[in-house]
T-cell receptor, first 113, second 113 residues
Framework: DVKVTQSSRYLVKRTGEKVFLECVQD?????MFWYRQDPGLGLRLIYF???????EKGDIPEGYSVSREKKERFSLILESASTNQTSMYLC????????????FGPGTRLTVL | GDSVTQMEGPVTLSEEAFLTINCTYT??????LFWYVQYPGEGLQLLLK?????DKGSNKGFEATYRKETTSFHLEKGSVQVSDSAVYFC????????????FGTGTKLQVIP
């Protein structure tokens, strides 16, 4: 059974803290993605990676960075968390090539106080 | 840029009712179109897709037809069940080769017995 796992389902952090969200996939996919999901806004792409050590900015990269040191792992970093980063964060992966299905993790609900 | 517009929810139906969730898109060229579903507490999963005009995607009793002339990809099901209660996202993958999927804002469906 293919799987994308995220390190936490729920996370509570304080303003100014550095936050790490981890995502691991076991499908040997080349592409990995980080989205945030907010009511009324749907899913918005933060960053994606198409290979190890490669990254591309999505639509809303400000305040975030990413790391992909191994093919199966893609980390999202909030350098200094702010309350407007309270959201649901979804990780996804897909094989290389056009129009392929994305496989999603269960999400991490992050609350920044 | 690419965009997807979905009907606003929530949509509340009685069991066995007919479902339509409208989706229209704006994109250059010939995008591929998707419907993803998110059940409570889970990540998104692909429901169906269509990669060219007039294609019909189908799965689990759901159908959607890629209509290029009306730039639409409406989701339909003839008889909904309580287990269909979820959030449904329309999405497109643009034909520019960029590894990016644009999602709609999601439509919440609640089916009552």
């Amino acid at each position: 059974d293919v799987k994308v796992t995220q390190s936490s389902r729920y996370l509570v952090k304080r303003t100014g803290e550095k936050v790490f969200l981890e995502c691991v996939q076991d499908m040997d996919h080349e592409n990995m993605f980080w989205y945030r999901q907010d009511p009324g806004l749907g899913l918005r792409l933060i960053y994606f990676s198409y290979d190890v050590k490669m990254k591309e900015k999505g639509d809303i990269p400000e305040g975030y960075s990413v790391s992909r040191e191994k093919k199966e792992r893609f980390s999202l970093i909030l350098e200094s968390a702010s309350t407007n980063q309270t959201s649901m964060y979804l990780c996804a992966s897909s094989p290389r090539g056009a129009y392929n299905e994305q496989f999603f993790g269960p999400g991490t609900r992050l609350t920044v106080l | 840029g690419d965009s997807v517009t979905q009907m606003e929810g929530p949509v509340t139906l009685s069991e066995e009712a007919f479902l339509t969730i409208n989706c229209t898109y704006t994109a250059t060229g010939y995008p591929s179109l998707f419907w993803y579903v998110q059940y409570p507490g889970e990540g998104l999963q692909l429901l169906l897709k269509a990669t060219k005009a007039d294609d019909k995607g189908s799965n689990k009793g759901f159908e959607a037809t890629y209509r290029k002339e009306t730039t639409s990809f409406h989701l339909e099901k003839g008889s909904v069940q309580v287990s269909d209660s979820a959030v449904y996202f329309c999405a497109l993958w643009g034909s520019g080769g960029y590894q990016k999927v644009t999602f709609g804002t999601g439509t919440k469906l609640q089916v009552i017995p």
